[in-house]
């Protein structure tokens, strides 16, 4: 890699990597140009290291978060837990995912998302590995419930810390595909929880299934330590400490309060909170429509399928978005194309769901609808880049905070329906609607053109 003619060696950029507080990106609406010496842009290299980890830690952590919808019909049978508590345990996580999501992109650009990805990681790990132990401290429910608010504070700065630290490391032509590889680690997370998990809650208890992305994680975090991220001792100060590179930009007045005014902006953030909030309650919900409707199907049968479809599907849709926009198509257009088949057509699969009695059926529909709904990585979540590349990692964790609330009284409410109903088909006819509503609102209002300049002479010193 050269700069300014010069050429870069590899262990200058690792140890721009391990001491990147001085020239971080800063959230805003707002522009600066910086050579690629001060930028701390990875070497292609290091970047496949970094990505190939971060997958891995999308997947823990997903993992993690999925455990207790795994074990809580095992757990519910054990504590003697209703279906609305049951639903508040697996709620709660959202209230605590409100709230850091904001917090966590501020904190990536003052001292490097990844920092900021190795101090959370450790904090959820250790909450993780004591949830068991949690349940006989006290009365089950509030235990857990107090343990899935703590993971959800810990967890919600993750993807925003992913976002920041794109924006700071990787190059601008190939951050479309280290964001697409990253969000496949949800989906195998979903894999690790639905076969590995599934199999060591037959055979060891509900316990071990939390115990084992604490302690895979606590290995994460020391490797990355120990090998890729060795610098300064990281102090709160640090946190809030302003950059030098952040006095010298000059920010654009009522950005914020211009970009709101925008309908694209809101048909995207709209579009996002019903994406979701179905999505947030698929996850939580299914192990438990699959162990009540079919109660003599493998529990890794149902819990690995679907999401291993997400993986491929993920990618296609993220390939084919790219290269029909090379062709020429527009870029809008795309995006709600992609996003229709996310909450349009997955939707009909949703909804046959409810007519099938078969397991095999069922199985089918779900990888279907699971598999589109993974298109929302290439028109929804990327739009953010569309409209506002200047402050995309800021707007998505504002996206992402109201998506947590909606998503927290979407996963309550479908357990109150099942309760009260007793039928599955009330919830998915439910998010069905929300889902339509949805697409229709982005399909109408949605654009791909930037609006995060109100006057370009503000973004930019001359």
Known sequence: MEVEGKPVSYSSQVDN??????????TGLQKTETSDKSSGIWPRPLALTWALMLLLLTGLLHWARMAMPVCVVTMAQQFGWSKTESGLVLGSFYWGYCFTQVLGGHASDKIGGE???LLSTCSWAIVTSITPLLADVGPPLI???????LLGVLQGVHYPSLTSVCAQRVVEGERGF???TLSCGCYLGMLMVGGVGSVMLEWYGWQSVFYGPGLLSALWVFCIWKC????PIITFGSLWSIPVSASQVKPMKNAWLHLFKQPCVWAMVFAHLCY???????????PTFFKETYPHAKGWVFNVIPWFMAIPSSLFGGTISDHLIREGFETVTIRKIMQFCSMGLANVFTVLLCKTTVFFHALVLVSASIGLSTFHNSGVAVNVHDLAPSCA???????NTCAAFTGLLMVYISGYLIEVTGSWETVFILLSLVNFIGITVFIIFGEAKRVDQKDQS?????
């Open 17 to 26: 990597v391990r001491s990147p507080s001085s020239h971080v990106c800063v």
């Open 115 to 117: 920092r900021v990805l």
């Open 228 to 231: 890729l991220l060795r610098g």
């Open 143 to 149: 235990t857990m419930m107090l343990a899935r608010f």
């Open 458 to 462: 503000q973004v930019i010193e001359a």
């Open 178 to 180: 280290m964001m697409s």
């Open 393 to 399: 990692g800021a707007l998505y964790g504002i996206m």
């Open 276 to 286: 979701s909030s179905t999505y947030f309650t698929l996850m939580s919900w299914l």
